[in-house]
């Protein structure tokens, strides 16, 4: 099966700091794949690189089959992108922020129009379509944002610590929404502080003052640890860290 995200040796410097280096995997069609590290570990930084926002210092990566530095337009159009601190706009209503978001990725207005209502039905949100994304409960603006992320059908969707914040019934509703994505065949790359929500994924990585240090399947990992959880093997390697938060 043909690797959808491919990074070798890709790293990013600012100055005399390494904040991602030389870190190599792959991803494969409808995998999820959760990329772990604490503050600092220089899991955002790749994330960035791999989207298109952040020019790498060095190595190479190819998105949906295109190069992180010469194609990051062709990237663009071919990823769906959510983060905890902005995916949707406040004073915008419901299905303004959906027309828009539809619009952005080159969807015609009746492709716009169909999915938008099927898009309401699926998440049940029909009566509150004119309301302020701002007067939404975090969990519903949450659930939002991931639709609206894969509204385009990409091949692949960054989702960085998409469940901050948000109770454990509403997390767990979110996940139901990413195995729904992969099913579909997107491919789920997402970052999480959340080690329960690392046993939901296909495959883990570990990042470590700016390296892998651990990339397998949670059960796996948990073997290779002799650990009785995802957080047990997390805080083992984390315990290795000799550069703090950003």
């Given at each position: 099966?043909?690797?959808?995200?491919?990074?070798?040796?890709?790293?990013?410097?600012?100055?005399?700091?390494?904040?991602?280096?030389?870190?190599?995997?792959?991803?494969?069609?409808?995998?999820?794949?959760?990329?772990?590290?604490?503050?600092?570990?220089?899991?955002?930084?790749?994330?960035?690189?791999?989207?298109?926002?952040?020019?790498?210092?060095?190595?190479?990566?190819?998105?949906a089959g295109f190069d992180v530095y010469t194609q990051t337009e062709q990237i663009k159009k071919h990823i769906g992108y959510m983060s905890q601190k902005f995916s949707l706009y406040e004073d915008l209503t419901v299905v303004e922020n959906i027309r828009l978001f539809g619009g952005i990725y080159g969807l015609s207005k009746e492709d716009?129009?169909?999915?938008?209502?099927?898009?309401?039905?699926?998440?049940?949100?029909?009566?509150?379509?004119?309301?302020?994304?701002?007067?939404?409960?975090?969990?519903?603006?949450?659930?939002?944002?991931?639709?609206?992320?894969?509204?385009?059908?990409?091949?692949?969707?960054?989702?960085?610590?998409?469940?901050?914040?948000?109770?454990?019934?509403?997390?767990?509703?979110?996940?139901?929404?990413?195995?729904?994505?992969?099913?579909?065949?997107?491919?789920?790359?997402?970052?999480?502080?959340?080690?329960?929500?690392?046993?939901?994924?296909?495959?883990?990585?570990?990042?470590?003052?700016?390296?892998?240090?651990?990339?397998?399947?949670?059960?796996?990992?948990?073997?290779?640890?002799?650990?009785?959880?995802?957080?047990?093997?997390?805080?083992?390697?984390?315990?290795?860290?000799?550069?703090?938060?950003?």
């Amino acid at each position: 099966m043909e690797a959808v995200i491919k990074a070798e040796k890709l790293s990013k410097r600012f100055g005399d700091f390494i904040a991602t280096n030389a870190v190599s995997f792959e991803v494969y069609p409808g995998e999820i794949f959760g990329f772990l590290g604490a503050n600092g570990a220089g899991k955002t930084t790749a994330m960035r690189m791999l989207c298109g926002l952040s020019r790498p210092s060095s190595g190479s990566a190819s998105i949906a089959g295109f190069d992180v530095y010469t194609q990051t337009e062709q990237i663009k159009k071919h990823i769906g992108y959510m983060s905890q601190k902005f995916s949707l706009y406040e004073d915008l209503t419901v299905v303004e922020n959906i027309r828009l978001f539809g619009g952005i990725y080159g969807l015609s207005k009746e492709d716009v129009r169909v999915k938008t209502q099927g898009l309401l039905e699926h998440l049940k949100m029909e009566d509150q379509k004119n309301k302020l994304v701002g007067a939404l409960p975090l969990g519903w603006k949450q659930k939002l944002a991931f639709s609206v992320a894969v509204f385009h059908k990409p091949r692949i969707v960054f989702l960085d610590e998409p469940t901050g914040g948000v109770d454990p019934i509403t997390r767990r509703q979110f996940w139901d929404l990413i195995y729904e994505a992969s099913q579909q065949g997107i491919t789920v790359f997402v970052t999480t502080h959340y080690m329960d929500e690392a046993e939901y994924c296909n495959r883990v990585s570990i990042m470590v003052d700016g390296v892998i240090e651990a990339l397998d399947t949670p059960a796996k990992l948990k073997s290779q640890y002799d650990a009785v959880s995802m957080e047990d093997v997390f805080f083992k390697l984390a315990r290795k860290a000799k550069r703090g938060a950003d």
